[in-house]
């Protein structure tokens, strides 16, 4: 399975900003999926992931209620909204998919991985 970030940007202190996952070369509704991000001089982490059909969610304590997760299956596609963003969002945004059907937020899960989107968030 083939997984394509984009979305990111620059963005001001505050602001909003929605990134997708296109997922290609296999049953998108197969896997879960998984965002992690890697800010400069820091390992991956974990931001969020859905399961198959949606009925799970999972996200980073530090994420939860600022960043919501989503995917339209029917458009094998993966969302991360992410709203009131601060500096230290700052990092390359990362989907993966994990054939297991499960949300993980270990990353040794997931099976495949897109090339990340940047979001640069402004002071």
């Known amino acids: 399975v083939q997984l394509q970030a984009s979305g990111g940007g620059l963005v001001q202190t505050g602001g909003s900003l929605r990134l997708s996952c296109a997922v290609s070369?296999?049953?998108?509704?197969?896997?879960?999926i998984g965002w992690f991000r890697q800010a400069p001089g820091k390992e991956r982490e974990f931001v969020a992931g859905?399961?198959?059909?949606?009925?799970?969610?999972n996200y980073s304590n530090s994420m939860k209620g600022r960043f919501t997760i989503s995917r339209d299956n029917a458009m094998n596609t993966a969302y991360l909204q992410m709203n009131s963003l601060k500096p230290e969002d700052t990092a390359v945004y990362y989907c993966?998919?994990?054939?297991?059907?499960?949300?993980?937020?270990?990353?040794?899960?997931?099976?495949?991985w897109g090339q990340g989107t940047l979001v640069t968030v402004s002071s």
């Open positions: 859905i399961s198959r059909t949606s009925r799970t969610t």
């Open positions: 070369g296999n049953t998108f509704s197969n896997y879960a």
């Open positions: 993966a998919a994990d054939r297991n059907g499960l949300p993980s937020g270990y990353s040794v899960s997931y099976d495949s």
